[in-house]
């Protein structure tokens, strides 16, 4: 298995976690913000939306037309980057913010499976800020994972605190 292929598996493993966590949270329990944790599911899936396209997307092959016309990047971004959970309440419908996020995972493998083994030690491709780990497309894609699961993990403690503990499928 090549370096690409190996990847592109994290990264669809990372993301199914990701989404079997979420589908098992209603999208009324979306913008429940426990006070200890002082974030909610909705901002954790706004992040994250950005966060898969800059990572996985914008600095591996640059801006993508048709993202940019499908999904309000610059709004998610201003809500969801440096806005704090509390602010972004109730300005995108969760379900809708949901469908986005399916769709730039989709996209992020898409362009994942593009890529060889080559294009993976080549620079990245130039944004208006540097990114903030990595100086080359590998780094930048392992980044994406690692950077998932972390907040996936606080996916995780968010659901526990608002109903109970998801157990991922796994006995005892």
Not at 11 to 33: A, C, F, G, M, R
Request: glycine share 4%; aromatic share 10%; charged share 20%.
């Amino acid at each position: 298995m090549c370096q690409i292929e190996i990847l592109t598996k994290q990264t669809t493993n990372t993301y199914e976690w990701v989404n079997k966590l979420i589908h098992s949270i209603p999208y009324n329990q979306w913008e429940n913000t426990p006070a200890i944790i002082e974030s909610n599911i909705s901002w954790q899936m706004g992040h994250l939306l950005v966060s898969f396209y800059y990572h996985s997307i914008m600095v591996i092959v640059g801006n993508q037309k048709d993202v940019l016309q499908s999904i309000p990047l610059k709004e998610y971004s201003s809500l969801y980057t440096d806005a704090s959970p509390a602010s972004s309440l109730a300005k995108v419908n969760p379900e809708v913010l949901h469908k986005h996020v399916l769709f730039i995972q989709q996209k992020s493998l898409q362009i994942l499976e593009s890529l060889s083994d080559m294009d993976l030690q080549k620079n990245l491709e130039p944004t208006p800020y540097p990114h903030p780990i990595a100086k080359n497309k590998l780094e930048a894609i392992e980044w994406n994972i690692h950077h998932t699961m972390y907040h996936c993990g606080q996916i995780g403690i968010i659901r526990r605190v608002i109903d109970k503990r998801f157990d991922f499928g796994l006995k005892g």
